[in-house]
């Protein structure tokens, strides 16, 4: 009677984890984590591209990306809102069908993620209170430098300063050198200048590099990223992924600078 017991309860319960850990294939190939949904991650604390309303829900540009990419497959949006520097580790385990959050492509990402075509085009960019000397990133040396936590701003710096900040936020760091602290920031230069524009006292100094920026999908999952591909090049054709930039930005950042 007791091994009967047993293994009924053994029986539930791997019944119990396979529904926590299954993920649903559709009929064109893919696995999603709900049937009819594509659920994707941002971290609402990176404006304009993703900010959190009273309500908890997320807006911006990214957001609208994502809606567009689950509405040219066919699925429902649903947004996630999760730590920026935990989101890779968030796609990799299967808590999200995709990462639409501003993630620069690079070789380290690419070992744990794969990358779909670039849906914006961007750069770091060194951003100072209007009374500092600092123009180049040689003048950072040894500095006090704040950068958003997990984004790929750090290792610019990193061989100039030994004191680097980590934020959570690419705007709280924004807002902490606007009220006096640290000697500069570095992030993208669209973030920067929004910050700008929206009364911080700030100015863009030496723009480091330029980067692309992309979903991210989990590995083994070809078929799903080959539909974002695909879903991608549909808005860039039908002109949907420029008017969401217009609308955040006041111009096109979805373009290839190099295809100008």
Same mark, same amino acid.
């Given at each position: 009677?007791?091994?009967?017991?047993?293994?009924?309860?053994?029986?539930?319960?791997?019944?119990?984890?396979?529904?926590? $850990?299954?993920?649903?294939?559709?009929?064109? $190939?893919?696995?999603?984590?709900?049937?009819?949904? %594509?659920?994707?991650?941002?971290?609402?604390? %990176?404006?304009?591209?993703?900010?959190?309303?009273?309500?908890?829900?997320?807006?911006? %540009?990214?957001?609208?990306?994502?809606?567009?990419?689950?509405?040219?497959?066919?699925?429902?949006?649903?947004?996630?809102?999760?730590?920026?520097?935990?989101?890779?580790?968030?796609?990799?385990?299967?808590?999200?069908?995709?990462?639409?959050?501003?993630?620069?492509?690079?070789?380290?990402?690419?070992?744990?993620?794969? %990358?779909?075509?670039?849906?914006?085009?961007? $750069?770091?960019?060194?951003?100072?209170?209007?009374?500092?000397?600092?123009?180049?990133?040689?003048?950072?040396?040894?500095?006090?430098?704040?950068?958003?936590?997990?984004?790929?701003?750090?290792?610019?710096?990193?061989?100039?300063?030994?004191?680097?900040?980590?934020?959570?936020?690419?705007?709280?760091?924004?807002?902490?050198?606007?009220?006096?602290?640290?000697?500069?920031?570095?992030?993208?230069?669209?973030?920067?200048?929004?910050?700008?524009?929206?009364?911080? $006292?700030?100015?863009?100094?030496?723009?480091?590099?330029?980067?692309?920026?992309?979903?991210?999908?989990?590995?083994?999952?070809?078929?799903?990223?080959?539909?974002?591909?695909?879903?991608?090049?549909?808005?860039?054709?039908?002109?949907?992924?420029?008017?969401?930039?217009?609308?955040?930005?006041?111009?096109?950042?979805?373009?290839?600078?190099?295809?100008?």
């Amino acid at each position: 009677m007791k091994k009967r017991v047993l293994l009924v309860a053994l029986f539930l319960l791997s019944t119990i984890l396979a529904a926590c $850990g299954g993920k649903v294939t559709t009929s064109e $190939g893919y696995e999603l984590v709900d049937e009819g949904k %594509f659920k994707f991650a941002s971290s609402g604390e %990176f404006a304009p591209f993703s900010v959190t309303d009273g309500s908890g829900e997320m807006t911006g %540009f990214d957001i609208e990306v994502g809606e567009a990419i689950a509405a040219e497959l066919g699925l429902e949006p649903e947004q996630e809102k999760y730590t920026f520097a935990s989101i890779v580790e968030g796609v990799k385990s299967g808590r999200f069908d995709a990462a639409v959050a501003s993630h620069t492509i690079t070789e380290d990402r690419l070992k744990e993620v794969d %990358f779909s075509t670039p849906y914006y085009y961007s $750069g770091a960019q060194i951003f100072v209170r209007p009374d500092s000397d600092i123009q180049t990133l040689d003048d950072l040396e040894g500095l006090e430098i704040a950068v958003s936590r997990g984004s790929t701003y750090a290792s610019i710096v990193e061989d100039v300063s030994d004191n680097i900040v980590n934020y959570d936020s690419d705007v709280v760091a924004l807002e902490a050198l606007n009220n006096g602290r640290h000697d500069a920031v570095v992030t993208d230069f669209v973030t920067g200048r929004e910050a700008i524009g929206s009364g911080m $006292g700030l100015e863009a100094r030496e723009l480091l590099d330029r980067s692309e920026q992309a979903v991210a999908v989990a590995k083994g999952n070809e078929a799903l990223l080959e539909a974002i591909n695909d879903a991608l090049e549909t808005l860039r054709e039908n002109g949907k992924l420029a008017e969401i930039s217009e609308k955040y930005f006041g111009e096109d950042i979805t373009s290839d600078p190099d295809d100008e």
